[in-house]
């Protein structure tokens, strides 16, 4: 059974730092597209990140653009997300998503184009 689990939510403080992680189980990466997506209450999920079966096909929104970076290491079965410079306004919970990518497409933060999701991780930036 594919299964995503996030993990490295934190409280931290404006200017700070964290690195999330996803990590697969049931099923190998290599053939799969992850995406990172965050919600806060009331609000609608929001495409952070996705990288491609090929590991330079990143994409990022441009609220995040230049502070974060995704990455994958297919060895350790995991995605990261590493976070600078983080804002109140990146608070929210965090999912990793996944989806079939058998080419390395460029891939898009479109909720809807994911198909397996994991339980998220909470990111609090607050002083």
């Known amino acids: 059974q594919l299964q995503l689990v996030e993990s490295g939510g934190d409280l931290v403080q404006p200017g700070g730092s964290l690195r999330l992680s996803c990590a697969a189980s049931?099923?190998?990466?290599?053939?799969?597209?992850i995406g990172w997506f965050r919600q806060v209450p009331g609000k609608e999920r929001e495409g952070v990140s996705c990288?491609?079966?090929?590991?330079?096909?990143?994409n990022y929104a441009s609220s995040v653009k230049d502070r974060f970076t995704i990455s994958r290491d297919n060895v350790k079965n995991t995605v990261y997300l590493q976070m600078l410079n983080l804002k109140p306004e990146d608070t929210a919970v965090y999912y990793c998503?996944?989806?079939?990518?058998?080419?390395?497409?460029?891939?898009?933060?479109?909720?809807?184009?994911?198909?397996?999701w994991g339980q998220g991780t909470q990111v609090t930036v607050s002083s």
């Open positions: 998503a996944a989806k079939p990518d058998y080419y390395g497409d460029p891939c898009e933060v479109r909720p809807h184009d994911f198909d397996s």
């Open positions: 990288i491609s079966k090929s590991p330079s096909n990143t």
């Open positions: 049931g099923f190998t990466l290599d053939d799969y597209a």
